[in-house]
């Protein structure tokens, strides 16, 4: 029997290895005092596709159900968190999630995170405290080998602004400044006639490195407020973050948005050995604005199978074995309960003495069982 594209069985280091990492997650999060939240894995696909949310139905794993609406596997932690908490009290802020997200436009079609998202707290609170749950995590997790990005979605959108794009335009932009390419980009600009642009988006690829770049970008920009309000907040994170111990951060000011509901900070988290981003996440206060809510909303979900596959395995305890028969397996089992030792497996026959420090075994003397060491 074969599996579909992009399924996969596993076993062994990487199972224990994400069930470590996501019992770790809830553990630095419940001590940050998060709340945690669980949203069904079956959804309506307007929950996220709406002009709001704005995500893709054909990245989707959908079905049609006996109304004829379409219902989705959960492609997305924020939109439905954001969905389920609408209504909650504004004083509950701080919210973290664990669980697989579905989607046909990645590697695997199903994926782990282990997300956080704070909402109605103050602006700078919300992105500082998603960066600092995020160094927490990967300390506990003893990745120390990472780089965190910073970008804005402001910066594209108030260059782009006074020229006008068809939606479609507008889309294989997105994506040519997403992909760095210099040829697309300038080739779609100069179509729609906008040389002076054109220059502007292509050194902005190029916007990329340490916060020196801010310091260039804030002579350039020293007439745009708006664009120095931008500067200001990826400047003060990088303080916060430079405080916390992180000295490599990278900013990337011609970073466009991966995910259409982002308006604002963006961040990711790139592990050194091997560039796989280990987290992404940023500001989208849009999401709340369907529910008619004003809010700040701001979070970051790790991508737990990647996670899993760079953590240490754990180390394994020595294993102990009683050899038993059916006649004596309850017996064995007692035993096993009350040996209060980290591994204990009961055999029938010992196949491979050398997987064990100790084997022990249950025999009868007159009358009575007792386990003694073989
Ligand atoms: N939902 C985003 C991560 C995120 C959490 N909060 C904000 N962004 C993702 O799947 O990449």
């Known amino acids: 029997m074969f599996l579909p594209e992009g399924s996969q069985d596993e076993t ?70 954001a969905r389920a908490i609408a209504g909650q009290h504004p004083s509950k802020q701080k919210w973290s999630y664990q669980g697989s997200v579905f989607r046909f436009d990645q590697e695997n079609t199903e994926s782990r995170q282990a997300g956080i998202e704070i909402v109605h707290a103050d602006r700078f609170f919300g992105e500082a405290e998603s960066l600092l749950t995020a160094i927490a995590y990967l300390q506990q997790l003893e990745i120390d080998q990472y780089v965190i990005e910073l970008g804005h979605t402001g910066i594209f959108e108030a260059l782009v602004a006074p020229f006008a794009f068809t939606e479609l335009e507008e889309e294989q932009l997105l994506q040519a400044m997403h992909d760095k390419r210099t040829d697309l980009v300038e080739a ?129 305890p020595d294993k102990i074995c009683i050899l038993a028969s059916p006649e004596t397996h309850a017996i064995a089992e007692k035993h096993r309960i009350a040996m209060d030792e980290p591994v204990v497996d009961i055999q029938y026959e010992l196949k491979d003495q050398s997987v064990y420090h100790t084997v022990y075994e249950v025999v009868e003397e007159d009358g009575q069982y007792k386990v003694v060491e073989k």
């Open 12 to 81: 062994g280091v990487q199972i224990s290895n994400r069930l470590r990492a996501y019992e770790i997650f809830r553990q630095v999060t419940y001590n940050k005092s998060f709340r945690q939240i669980s949203t069904p894995v079956v959804e309506y696909a307007q929950t996220f596709t709406n002009d709001v949310a704005g995500m893709d139905l054909l990245s989707m794993l959908k079905w049609f159900n006996g109304e004829g609406e379409i219902e989705v596997l959960r492609p997305d932690w924020t939109t439905a968190i």
């Open 188 to 316: 779609i600009v100069l179509k729609a006639g906008n040389a002076e642009l054109a220059e502007s988006l292509l050194a902005l690829i190029d916007a990329y490195g340490s916060r020196d770049i801010i310091k260039q970008y804030r002579q350039k920009w020293s007439d745009r407020e708006d664009l120095i309000e931008v500067l200001t907040n990826i400047e003060k994170l990088i303080d916060l973050l430079e405080a916390s111990g992180v000295s490599e951060v990278i900013v990337d000011l011609g970073r466009v948005k991966n995910l259409p509901y982002y308006d604002g900070i963006m961040f990711r988290g790139f592990l050194t050995n091997d560039g796989s981003t280990c987290f992404s996440g940023g500001r989208y206060d849009r999401l709340y604005k369907q529910f008619d809510i004003t809010t700040s909303a701001v979070g970051l979900a790790f991508d737990v199978d990647v996670l899993a596959k760079h953590m240490k395995p754990e180390q394994e």
